[in-house]
């Protein structure tokens, strides 16, 4: 059994889904990088994953990330932004 199960109430918004592919759109048709922080964490519904971590990478509201978790998470930003700018640079 999930740690989903327990709550049913939190369930995914597919709006959420909706939101990212117009910004992936978007992205593409003004030749701008994206970054998708919901892959990158995971999914869907990884906050459910990071809350219950050990140690504690979001607050169990689901929402917010702790301040172990927003690091990491700007951590995986930064990599992600020096490997697309080295990327670029090594194709010119």
């Not at 327990?6 to 592919?21: E, L, S």
């Not at 117009?22 to 994206?34: D, P, V």
């Amino acid at each position: 059994e999930s740690k989903e199960d327990d709550m049913p109430w939190f369930k995914h918004r597919t709006r959420t889904d909706d939101i990212i592919r117009i910004q992936r759109e978007l992205s593409k048709k003004h030749h701008c990088a994206f970054w998708d922080a919901t892959a990158v964490t995971g999914g869907p519904m990884s906050i459910i994953n990071w809350a219950h971590n050990e140690p504690q990478m979001a607050r169990q509201d689901y929402v917010h990330f702790t301040t172990r978790g927003y690091r990491r998470l700007a951590e995986l930003f930064y990599q992600a932004l020096i490997q697309t700018y080295d990327t670029q640079k090594q194709s010119r």
